[in-house]
């Protein structure tokens, strides 16, 4: 259950940045996204965390 919520949340951070490297969007919204997609990833590590931290 663990490794497949870590697949999940590797998964989400790869296609956010492939989004954010790929848009044709202006500089300033490109570092907002990418900010905000760090800020999303970051928190999906601490869930998967503390779900690996129960499941012990």
Do not use: C
């Not at 500089?27 to 779900?51: C, D, F, L």
Request: glycine residues 8%.
């Amino acid at each position: 259950m663990t490794s497949a919520l870590t697949g999940a949340a590797v998964t989400m951070a790869v296609g956010t940045a492939a989004y954010v490297m790929n848009g044709k969007s202006p500089a300033k919204k490109r570092r907002q996204m990418k900010k905000t997609a760090t800020k999303a990833v970051q928190a999906v590590g601490e869930i998967v965390s503390g779900i690996s931290d129960v499941m012990r």
